[in-house]
């Protein structure tokens, strides 16, 4: 049976989520069960409590066995020019065709809720590993827009100071942003994401040029506060490429977990192949190491298509992903898993 939830169904979840098939925190293998639950049931509670938030469960013998939760993005939508939502939660307690089964009635619901309240899109992420959850967002008609890798430094493990960084490149400079690098940076953002593959220029219903709009909002935002350093690399006198960074976030500090974020990055292209994304990335970590001593970690993320910055591939297979060329997607990622591969062995 499908009912309602709102933030007394906090007091019903607090038992049911160590039989859900969600991993919390994933990218945390260190943490233990207790650590995790508390973050989730934190998560939940924060979401349950939006103004916009729609959530639904699935209730057999008055236990929850599956439950979806969904809140507005008025970010995105000041943006797109759209009504915009994200599924924040997720879950269900078996990864199999039953539980596919529930988590598609369960959307099913919601579509519904957002169809009369005029919703346009749905954004919702999920573990690769949780099948039941990809299978029931297939089925209800949702689309795959793109694939983050995250990336985790622990920083308890391993001193940058022993860490083989590239040489940098003698004339390379690199500072704090000022407000008056702005200008700069959004320059560099129409160049780099112009041609971007990612999730927002993925989706066929958002134009190239909006798509790309969001990328400059995003540093706006920084700039505003939202991010916590900026850096910038400087070559021959020009800003050359530029990082965004965050402190733990409310929810991390409250756990006590010691979190960084390296958010967003970009590089003009007439000055790649310079080590800039190293170096920015190498000024950066000093300045979490310092922000979250003792110990902490740094969380960044790439998109599965950017193969070139998690493994340098050879000249021959760097011209074929970044070619213009009209060679099929799927012919371009073989070849860079055999690369892979190669490197693994």
Same mark, same amino acid.
């Given at each position: 049976?499908?009912?309602?939830?709102?933030?007394?169904?906090?007091?019903?979840?607090?038992?049911a989520?160590?039989?859900?098939?969600?991993?919390?925190?994933?990218?945390?293998?260190?943490l233990?069960?207790?650590?995790?639950?508390?973050?989730?049931?934190?998560?939940?509670?924060?979401?349950?409590?939006?103004?916009?938030?729609?959530?639904?469960?699935?209730?057999?013998?008055?236990?929850?066995?599956?439950?979806?939760?969904?809140?507005?993005?008025?970010?995105?939508?000041?943006?797109?020019?759209?009504?915009?939502?994200?599924?924040?939660?997720?879950?269900?307690?078996?990864?199999?065709p039953?539980?596919?089964?529930?988590l598609?009635?369960?959307?099913s619901?919601?579509?519904?809720?957002?169809?009369?309240?005029?919703?346009?899109?749905?954004?919702?992420?999920?573990?690769?590993?949780?099948?039941?959850?990809?299978?029931?967002?297939?089925?209800s008609?949702?689309?795959?827009?793109?694939?983050?890798?995250?990336?985790?430094?622990?920083?308890?493990?391993?001193?940058?100071?022993? =860490?083989?960084?590239?040489? /940098? &490149?003698?004339? @390379?400079?690199?500072?704090?942003?000022?407000?008056?690098? %702005?200008? +700069?940076?959004?320059?560099?953002?129409?160049?780099?994401?112009?041609?971007y593959?990612?999730?927002?220029?993925?989706?066929?219903?958002?134009?190239?040029?909006?798509?790309?709009?969001?990328?400059?909002?995003?540093?706006?935002?920084?700039?505003?506060?939202?991010?916590?350093?900026?850096?910038?690399?400087?070559?021959?006198?020009?800003?050359?490429?530029?990082?965004?960074?965050?402190?733990?976030?409310?929810?991390?500090?409250?756990?006590?977990?010691?979190?960084a974020?390296?958010?967003?990055?970009? =590089?003009?292209?007439?000055? /790649? &192949?310079?080590? @800039?994304?190293?170096?920015?990335?190498?000024d950066?970590? %000093?300045? +979490?190491?310092?922000?979250?001593a003792?110990?902490?970690?740094?969380?960044?993320?790439?998109?599965?298509?950017?193969?070139?910055?998690?493994?340098?591939?050879?000249?021959?297979?760097?011209?074929?992903?970044?070619?213009?060329?009209?060679?099929?997607?799927?012919?371009?990622?073989?070849?860079?898993?055999?690369?892979?591969?190669?490197?693994?062995?």
């Amino acid at each position: 049976m499908i009912a309602r939830l709102d933030v007394t169904a906090i007091h019903d979840l607090r038992e049911a989520p160590p039989r859900f098939t969600h991993v919390p925190l994933a990218y945390l293998p260190h943490l233990n069960f207790e650590q995790r639950l508390a973050y989730w049931l934190d998560e939940i509670s924060q979401s349950l409590a939006e103004e916009t938030s729609i959530a639904f469960g699935w209730f057999v013998d008055g236990r929850i066995d599956g439950f979806i939760i969904y809140a507005d993005s008025p970010w995105d939508s000041r943006i797109i020019g759209r009504r915009i939502g994200t599924v924040k939660h997720f879950a269900v307690t078996k990864d199999d065709p039953e539980g596919a089964e529930i988590l598609r009635e369960l959307t099913s619901e919601l579509t519904q809720a957002l169809t009369k309240r005029r919703t346009e899109c749905v954004v919702c992420r999920v573990q690769s590993s949780e099948l039941a959850a990809i299978h029931a967002l297939e089925q209800s008609g949702f689309l795959l827009m793109d694939t983050l890798l995250d990336f985790v430094f622990d920083f308890s493990r391993t001193p940058i100071e022993k =860490i083989r960084f590239f040489e /940098r &490149d003698g004339q @390379l400079k690199i500072r704090p942003a000022k407000v008056t690098d %702005l200008p +700069a940076i959004i320059e560099i953002n129409e160049k780099s994401f112009g041609n971007y593959f990612g999730r927002y220029h993925a989706d066929p219903q958002i134009p190239a040029s909006t798509a790309t709009t969001i990328y400059t909002e995003w540093v706006r935002s920084a700039f505003q506060g939202w991010a916590d350093w900026i850096l910038v690399a400087e070559l021959d006198d020009q800003i050359a490429a530029y990082g965004l960074w965050r402190k733990p976030l409310g929810i991390e500090e409250k756990n006590c977990l010691r979190v960084a974020h390296y958010d967003l990055a970009a =590089i003009d292209p007439k000055f /790649r &192949d310079r080590g @800039l994304w190293t170096a920015l990335m190498h000024d950066g970590m %000093l300045i +979490a190491r310092n922000e979250l001593a003792p110990g902490g970690y740094l969380l960044g993320y790439l998109n599965a298509d950017h193969l070139a910055i998690a493994i340098p591939p050879p000249d021959t297979l760097m011209a074929l992903i970044f070619s213009h060329a009209p060679i099929p997607r799927p012919q371009a990622f073989l070849a860079a898993f055999d690369v892979i591969a190669q490197h693994v062995k």
